[in-house]
């Protein structure tokens, strides 16, 4: 959704490889960008997805967008002008407060078994610990190596906690929100959303530069975007499906 | 390991409401989506770090797909509700609709861990 009075055209470049025109329906001054499509239900394959996230780029190079979901279909045009209508204050005030701002996404990976020797070597507790194990020859019961393991977990989660710290830290004064979702895998330690404003890009990029050059090869970042702001809007719509006739 | 927790927990009532509530962990895991759309995650995560190839990660990809909609119509059949329709949603929204902010603008405090 964005804020525009008069229709736009974005090219032929709608989801489900047919082709078609990707355009905007209206009320008042904001609008739905849309493209019609023969099927209800989009699976979220790369493929679709990849085709979703360029019509993003295309529209987003004009315009503040408020993201819907992946995938939402209604019937007719009018009835997306319904919903437009139904919505309007939010949507007009949360498109006011997005104006010119960009997400960026940010997920940070270590190589975990190399966290782990450091750990052993530095960590006290630890040290001392596999130390007793190894001079009372109790490297092979079970117990004991469930207790380096779990003190091994503990002091993993306590580096990660200090070193996301430290990022955050190291962005604070370039962005204007964060978000932090649940990591995936194992060897990843953040994966957070930034809200920026848009005329302090090149400062946040610096600043992610820095900070990635201070931890030098024992991180790896990925830095993506700039995306909608996906993760600093909610769009709460409560819809119904039409019947089948 | 939930499972066991879950009856360990229970009040002594009875043999007939520790079948239910097996029944019910049954039907939950029967219709929970969150480990598949997770296991979509992680495997978008190795492309990325290219531990898998492009073809690998289409194949698999459908292959959870195939489950995620397995899912989806076992949950509507759970909940009593015909088979998905194709149409589209109509203009009607229902109370409480609308956009909001994840954030408050009006802060200072909108960076860090744990927001």
Not at chain 1, 123 to 145: D, G, M, V, W
Not at chain 2, 15 to 33: C, G, M, N
Not at chain 2, 78 to 105: C, N, R
Request: aromatic content about 8%.
């Amino acid at each position: 959704m964005i804020e525009a009075r008069d229709s736009v055209g974005f090219g032929r470049i709608g989801i489900g490889g047919l082709g078609e025109s990707v355009y905007s329906v209206h009320h008042g001054d904001v609008a739905a960008v849309v493209s019609k499509t023969p099927v209800f239900i989009f699976d979220p394959t790369r493929e679709n997805a990849l085709a979703h996230e360029h019509v993003i780029e295309t529209v987003m190079k004009s315009n503040t967008i408020i993201p819907m979901s992946f995938g939402t279909v209604f019937r007719t045009d009018d009835d997306i002008r319904e919903v437009l209508k139904s919505i309007y204050p939010s949507l007009k005030d949360v498109l006011k407060q997005m104006a010119n701002k960009l997400e960026f996404g940010l997920k940070v990976t270590w190589d975990r078994d190399r966290i782990v020797e450091e750990l052993k070597r530095e960590n006290e507790e630890i040290h001392r610990f596999q130390h007793e194990l190894t001079r009372k020859h109790l490297q092979s019961t079970y117990f004991a190596r469930m207790q380096l393991g779990r003190m091994i977990d503990k002091a993993l989660s306590e580096r990660a906690a200090e070193v996301v710290r430290e990022i955050y830290d190291g962005l604070r004064t370039v962005c204007v929100a964060s978000r932090d979702n649940k990591v995936i895998g194992d060897k990843m330690i953040m994966n957070a959303a930034f809200l920026i404003q848009k005329d302090k890009e090149t400062e946040f990029d610096a600043a992610v530069n820095a900070v990635a050059q201070k931890f030098g090869d024992r991180l790896n970042f990925k830095y993506t975007g700039p995306w909608p702001p996906y993760n600093f809007v909610n769009i709460r719509l409560k819809l119904e499906r039409g019947s089948a006739n | 390991m939930l499972f066991l927790d879950d009856l360990l927990a229970l009040p002594i009532t009875g043999f007939k409401s520790i079948l239910r509530t097996l029944a019910k962990v049954a039907e939950e895991q029967y219709t929970d989506d969150a480990p598949i759309k997770e296991r979509l995650l992680h495997l978008q995560v190795e492309l990325d770090e290219g531990t898998i190839t492009e073809d690998e990660y289409i194949k698999q990809e459908a292959e959870i797909l195939r489950e995620l909609r397995e899912i989806r119509k076992r949950k509507r059949e759970v909940a009593g509700l015909p088979p998905e329709e194709a149409t589209g949603f109509t203009g009607k929204v229902k109370e409480g609709s609308g956009v909001e902010l994840t954030w408050d603008p009006d802060s200072d405090d909108n960076v860090g861990p744990g927001r």
